[in-house]
């Protein structure tokens, strides 16, 4: 009989730090998705995302990223806000960009918990990453039982939704495993239809080229004509096919009062975002992700709407 006490304390102390899931998964090759990835990076789906190619050996064998690699451990933080801005006369901002960026804070947390695996007597290895690049993320939080890779191609758990920034631990531990997520889509295409780009056309797979969060957030140069006229008034990010996703309405808030937006964010209208100086957008972005994208990007888009 297998005892499960060290992988309990591990999910105890992830909840402890605000974690809300916590799953573990043996390191198996990931080789099997090397055709996929592939093909992706061949048609240009990756949108020239360079990590995308450099890293795809090290995304395929977590051995070479950490060697000895045992166990994967998938964590997820809940970002869904206890108020949504309000939308009306509004430009709107992705609910995961409302408060301060999430990688400081969850990178924090995530190297407490690489903490919390030491073992006296032995060594432990073990390496943490938040969006690095050098992990296929979803794939493995799928494996460790959080949530599975819905058509949206986003984490979707079961009894929470996807709002959810995940965490991913390499580590050289032998831990017993979960039984992987299966696919509870069914035949679910709310997000498929409601894409107003269509970069969603095949489900389970993302067309970065097509997509909102990609322009608005990523891409600095001129947002292609296609897709003028189809932003829906985001200015940050999207969320639509999260939105419409039936297991969001399972979502809970969150209990970090830095993910939530500032009162001069919250009472923001389309006129003062037209009229946006960059001393404004300073103050209501330094410290967010918004920051990141830079007040000239962020006014083209809110230009081209
Ligand atoms: S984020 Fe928006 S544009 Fe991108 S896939 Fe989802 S609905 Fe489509
Ligand atoms: S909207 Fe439906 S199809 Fe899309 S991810 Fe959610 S459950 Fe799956």
Request: net charge neutral.
């Given at each position: ?28 090759s990931l080789e099997n998705l090397r055709?996929f990835y592939t ?16 890293f795809l050996e090290k995304r395929l064998n977590p051995d070479l990223v ?69 992990a296929l993320?979803?794939v ?166």
């Open positions: 009989m297998e005892d499960y006490a060290f992988e309990r304390s591990i999910s105890e102390e992830a909840l402890r730090l605000g974690f809300s899931f916590c799953g573990f998964a043996r390191n198996e055709s093909d992706f990076i061949r048609q240009k789906d990756h949108a020239g995302f360079t990590y995308l190619e450099n950490l060697k000895g690699t045992r166990s994967v451990i998938a964590l997820l933080m809940n970002y869904y806000p206890a108020e949504i801005i309000p939308e009306e006369d509004n430009f709107i901002i992705a609910k995961y960009a409302y408060g301060k960026d999430y990688h400081r804070i969850m990178r924090q947390k995530m190297e407490m918990m690489v903490n919390f695996l030491e073992k006296p007597g032995i060594e432990v290895k073990a390496k943490s990453f938040v969006d690095s690049g050098a993320e979803k493995w939080a799928q494996r460790c039982g959080v949530g599975w890779q819905g058509k949206n191609t986003l984490i979707i758990n079961k009894t929470a939704g996807s709002f959810f920034f995940i965490g991913i631990i390499f580590t050289n531990l032998e831990l017993i495993p979960d039984a992987s997520e299966t696919d509870h889509c069914g035949d679910c295409r709310r997000c498929v239809e409601a894409c107003p780009t269509g970069a969603l056309n095949s489900p389970y797979q993302l067309d970065i080229r097509k997509c909102i969060s990609y322009y608005t957030i990523e891409k600095k140069e001129e947002t292609p004509a296609y897709l003028r006229g189809k932003l829906k008034d985001r200015i940050f990010g999207c969320d639509i096919c999260q939105d419409v996703c039936p297991y969001n309405r399972l979502s809970k808030p969150h209990a970090f009062p830095g993910f939530s937006p500032s009162s001069e964010l919250t009472g923001m209208k389309k006129n003062d975002w037209l009229h946006l100086t960059p001393e404004i957008f300073n103050r209501l972005f330094s410290g967010t992700a918004v920051e990141r994208t830079g007040y000239l990007h962020f006014m083209k888009t809110i230009r081209l709407i």
